[in-house]
């Protein structure tokens, strides 16, 4: 069985060889890989922004603040390494303004219960595109780009899924008891 701290041990090994190397050009799915994570994260931060806009619950802000905070910080890394690359960034949607989460009207305003399984199933679709782009990238430095903002999620979702199960918002499917289990 593979050791997973060599693994991790080889590629910084070959990212710090290869620092002297000149990068070859991106391949055209490493490219799309990047487009398509400005574009959903940005998309992503405008769900953060209306969660802020309309919940009025400490915990809840604060998780969303800090998904904000890591939303911008990945755009701004990957949008400054597409531009050094050549790649042309996304159109993506304009923030949204701030609003007094009170004055919005309730068959408009999320609940705090949407704003968290909203936020916690976005969580899955960046991990799942950081796992794919490390998975298709070359490039060690790109690799090892998409492992950090994996790692970042990962942390995020350990917060996340502790508020979310402390006050009952954690959506659980049904448990699987196989036939013929002895019942307790």
Known sequence: MPNPFEAVWNSLKTAIDSTDEPHSPLHVIEVGDCWKYVTMVEEYIRYEEVGLNTTTDDEVIEMLT????????HVNR??????KEGIS??????????SVPNEVPLGVK???DEITNGIAFKLVTCIQACAKGQADSVRTDVGLMWLEFYSEWVTFGTTLKTL???RGWLKVPPYYY???????
Do not use: H, N, W, Y
């Open 66 to 73: 800090d998904a904000v905070k890591t939303c911008e910080a």
């Open 78 to 83: 990957l949008s400054q390494f597409m531009r």
């Open 89 to 98: 960034l996304p159109d993506v949607t304009s923030a949204k303004p701030d």
């Open 110 to 112: 999320l609940t705090d």
């Open 164 to 166: 979310m199960r402390k």
């Open 178 to 184: 196989p036939p013929g289990i002895p019942k307790q």
